[in-house]
């Protein structure tokens, strides 16, 4: 009886993340539903900000990746084999370049993409929240949180406003729908909180190798997300020291 209730919790959680993923790439999945083979998830539109970034900005990043090329600049032919020095987002951009390389399509990986990192993003609030004795209820809707609440941000005080609606607005429809930032991005960054929460709670040798791992790799996550871990983490010091000794 114990071992159904538990499958019978960890059932209802995958549902819910795969819920969750389903919602956030619902845009694209309806388009490969509709179009079939004629679906492209990348175009520049201007009224589709969250997908002209991806095209304009991200796409040759994971495209670049995929190749195996490790240097160069992605968008200035001229500087394609150059020495380029930047490498902020290089945490959020390498897991989309391993699935494009699976896959073989960058454009088919954001779609993907979509689908997977928003439902991680659950699992990995839902597990933290679990781990810390919260209940079922309370731990599924915690993690539901940081994804659904943005959608109705831009709502209050009003139902509907400048072309808003309960899913967000026309030019950014679904707020963790842009790959990778937020959407991978977000999740360095409440794994970086979750791991210093416990760092604090109760420090060992193992843990503080893979804080120190995750905090460095975080900080190449994105430029807002690896200044939000340096400056919190550089306040919290001294409760780590004080821990540590």
């Known amino acids: 009886q114990k071992f159904m209730s538990i499958a019978k919790r960890e059932l209802i959680t995958t549902i819910f993340a795969l819920l969750i993923g389903i919602i956030v790439a619902l845009p694209h999945l309806w388009g490969f539903i509709k179009l079939g083979s004629n679906y492209f998830p990348l175009r520049i539109h201007p009224q589709l900000q969250y997908i002209w970034d991806e095209t304009y900005a991200y796409a040759p990043e994971v495209y670049k990746l995929a190749k195996g090329q490790l240097r160069g600049d992605s968008y200035i032919l001229e500087n394609n084999n150059q020495p380029f020095l930047f490498l902020g987002e290089s945490a959020s951009i390498i897991p989309l370049a391993i699935i494009a390389k699976i896959l073989g399509s960058v454009s088919t990986t954001f779609a993907i993409a979509d689908l997977i990192f928003p439902a991680l993003l659950f699992l990995l609030i839902h597990l933290w929240l ?40 026309i030019k950014d429809p679904l707020f963790l729908s842009r790959t990778p930032h937020p959407q991978i991005s977000t999740i360095f ?12 709670d109760k420090s060992s ?31 919290l010091l001294p409760l780590l020291f004080i821990k540590l000794k």
């Open 130 to 169: 679990k781990k810390n004795k919260f209940q079922l209820t309370f731990s599924i809707l915690g993690a539901a949180a940081p994804i659904i609440i943005p959608y109705f941000s831009s709502l209050v005080p009003f139902l509907e406003k400048e072309g808003t609606v309960i899913t967000g607005t």
């Open 189 to 200: 960054l409440f794994a970086s909180i979750f791991l210093t929460a416990n760092i604090l």
């Open 205 to 235: 040798k193992k843990a503080l190798f893979l804080w120190a791992i995750l905090i460095g790799v975080s900080l190449y996550a994105s430029a807002f997300v690896g200044s939000t871990i340096a400056l919190s983490q550089a306040l």
